[in-house]
C-alpha cells in the first residue's frame, strides 16, 4: 500500500484534497510510475471547474502540465531511470488510429488527455506510458521546468504559422499562453512582433519578453500584419484578426473558443488569407521547449505569479481565476 494524496474537482465550484492509502500495482513492462512535483493551472482546467468543458465534468481529478521525478520504471522500459526529472505528455494516444500512424498524435480521436477523458496529474503518485515521458536536466529548477508544457504549446503554435507570415505578427493576448509565444516567436526567428493586450502589466512583462510594440485594445490604427495570432478567439478577437491579416496572410487560432464563431469568409476566400488552427502538441515540441528552458532562451521570469501547497488547493485555483493571475503553481510533493 501507499499514501497517495490528489487535487479533485468534486462538483462544479468546488476544489477539494484527498488523501487515501492505494494498492501499489505492478507496472506493466511500458509503464513509469512519477511522483508530479508541481502542477500547473491551466485555463482549460477553470473551464471544468466550471462545468463549461466540451470533454470533461466534474467530479474529476485535473491537471496535465507537471513535473516530475521517476520513482519506477518498468522491465521494458529505456531511456528513462529511476530518479530522471520528467515532463510528462498529457496525450494519452491509442497508438492505432491513422493519426497516430502519421505521428500525429494531438489529432487522436476521441482525445484522451489527463485532466479531461484520461485521469489528471493532480496527484502524487501516477502511473503514465513510457512514451510519455520527456527526461529534462536536473540542472533546470522544477519550478521551471513545471513550465515546460505551456512553452510546448507555444512552439507547436509557432511551426504552424508559415515562415513568411512570422514577417510582421501581430498576437492577441498576453496571458500564459501569449506571453509564451512572444518567445516561441523570438526564439524561432520571427521579425517584429506586436501583442494587444488589456492589463498594463501583461504588455510590459511582453515588451520585456520580445515583444517590438505592445498595445491596448482599439490602440492600433488600419494597419495589418502578415501573420495574426489570436490566443482570445472570442467573436471580436477572431474579427480583428481576420481582419488585420494581409492578402495572402495567416490566422492561427490558439484560444479555445466557447462555440461557434463566424469569420469574413468573403475577404478570407477572395485574398486568399489563411486561417489555420493549434491544437496541443507533438513529442518534438516537448523536447525543443525542455532545451530553450534549459539553456535559458525562455524566460519564466514574472510568468510564474504564485505557487500554493497542495493542502491550499481551493484557494489556488481561486487565485488563477483572477485576472492579474499568470501561472499559478501547486506544489505537490512535500
Given at each position: 500500500m501507499s499514501t497517495v494524496t490528489n487535487v479533485l474537482f468534486s462538483s462544479v465550484g468546488v476544489v477539494d484534497v484527498q488523501t487515501a492509502d492505494v494498492p501499489s500495482v505492478p507496472l506493466s513492462s511500458d509503464e513509469v510510475r512519477i511522483a508530479p512535483q508541481y502542477l500547473g493551472i491551466c485555463g482549460s482546467d477553470l473551464h471544468v471547474l466550471a462545468g463549461g468543458h466540451p470533454f470533461a465534468q466534474p467530479p474529476t481529478i485535473p491537471g496535465h502540465e507537471i513535473c516530475a521525478i521517476v520513482t519506477e520504471v518498468g522491465p521494458g522500459v529505456e531511456g528513462v531511470s529511476q530518479g530522471d526529472h520528467v515532463v510528462v505528455d498529457p496525450i494519452m494516444a491509442c497508438m492505432q488510429c491513422r493519426a497516430c500512424k502519421a505521428g500525429r498524435f494531438n489529432l487522436c480521436e476521441p482525445p484522451m488527455v489527463a485532466g479531461f477523458r484520461a485521469t489528471g496529474f493532480g496527484q502524487t503518485s501516477h502511473v503514465v506510458p513510457a512514451r510519455n515521458v520527456h527526461v529534462a536536466p536536473k540542472s533546470i529548477p522544477m519550478k521551471v521546468l513545471a513550465f515546460a508544457e505551456p512553452a510546448t504549446c507555444a512552439r507547436h503554435c509557432v511551426t504552424r504559422m508559415p515562415s513568411e507570415a512570422r514577417e510582421d505578427v501581430l498576437v492577441i493576448g498576453a496571458g500564459t499562453i501569449g506571453l509564451s509565444v512572444v518567445q516561441a516567436m523570438r526564439i524561432m526567428g520571427a521579425g517584429r512582433?506586436?501583442?494587444?493586450?488589456?492589463?498594463?502589466?501583461?504588455?510590459?512583462?511582453?515588451?520585456?519578453?520580445?515583444?517590438?510594440?505592445?498595445?491596448?485594445?482599439?490602440?492600433?490604427?488600419?494597419?495589418?500584419?502578415?501573420?495574426?495570432?489570436?490566443?482570445?478567439?472570442?467573436?471580436?478577437?477572431?474579427?480583428?484578426?481576420?481582419?488585420?491579416?494581409?492578402?495572402?496572410?495567416?490566422?492561427?487560432?490558439?484560444?479555445?473558443?466557447?462555440?461557434?464563431?463566424?469569420?469574413?469568409?468573403?475577404?478570407?476566400?477572395?485574398?486568399?488569407?489563411?486561417?489555420l488552427c493549434t491544437g496541443m502538441y507533438l513529442p518534438a515540441d516537448f523536447d525543443e521547449a525542455i532545451a530553450w528552458l534549459a539553456d535559458g532562451r525562455f524566460d519564466t521570469t514574472g510568468l510564474i505569479t504564485d505557487v500554493f501547497d497542495i493542502k491550499d488547493a481551493a484557494a489556488a485555483y481561486a487565485r488563477a481565476a483572477e485576472q492579474t493571475s499568470i501561472k499559478v503553481l501547486i506544489k505537490l510533493a512535500n
Open positions: 512582433i506586436t501583442v494587444v493586450e488589456p492589463d498594463p502589466d501583461k504588455r510590459a512583462l511582453a515588451t520585456k519578453l520580445g515583444a517590438d510594440r505592445v498595445a491596448a485594445p482599439g490602440e492600433l490604427t488600419d494597419e495589418t500584419f502578415t501573420g495574426v495570432i489570436d490566443i482570445v478567439c472570442a467573436q471580436a478577437t477572431l474579427t480583428e484578426a481576420c481582419t488585420r491579416v494581409v492578402a495572402g496572410g495567416t490566422v492561427v487560432c490558439m484560444g479555445v473558443p466557447t462555440g461557434p464563431r463566424e469569420i469574413p469568409l468573403g475577404s478570407m476566400q477572395r485574398f486568399e488569407r489563411d486561417l
